[in-house]
């Protein structure tokens, strides 16, 4: 089993900043691949961003392309999501998850899920 705490999460006005970070503690999470995942009130849990267990290679929702960041540091067990130039769309509350499968986009092959930290978007 493994647990995912998510933080990092607040109110901001658009245009601004934030990160969010995502840890695993007592937990290595060196050999998966890491996933954020949002979801609006009404919507469904759509896929924002996906790293490799390498950090090498990232892939993003075109919505956040050129926004968003994805990075990890597996010697400290956290992956991060750097969000820039916030729109009021991205209001949302965001996912961490974990899968050891290579379906980055694929919100039902992650296994594990943090509870998710709430992100607002004031325009």
């Given at each position: 089993q493994v647990q995912l705490v998510e933080s990092g999460g607040g109110w901001v006005q658009a245009g601004g900043s934030l990160r969010l970070s995502c840890e695993a503690p007592g937990r290595t999470?060196?050999?998966?691949?890491?996933?954020w995942f949002r979801q609006?009130?009404?919507?469904?849990r759509e896929f924002v961003a996906a790293i490799t267990w390498s950090g090498v290679r990232q892939y993003y929702a075109d919505s956040v392309k050129g926004r968003f960041t994805i990075s990890r540091t597996n010697h400290k067990n956290t992956v991060y999501l750097q969000m820039k130039s916030l729109k009021p769309e991205d209001t949302a509350?965001?996912?961490?998850?974990?899968?050891?499968?290579l379906y980055y986009t694929?919100?039902?092959?992650?296994d594990y899920w943090g509870q998710g930290t709430?992100?607002?978007v004031s325009s």
């Open positions: 999470v060196s050999s998966y691949v890491m996933g609006a009130p009404g919507k469904e509350v965001y996912y961490c998850a974990a899968q050891r499968d694929d919100r039902f092959r992650y709430q992100v607002t």
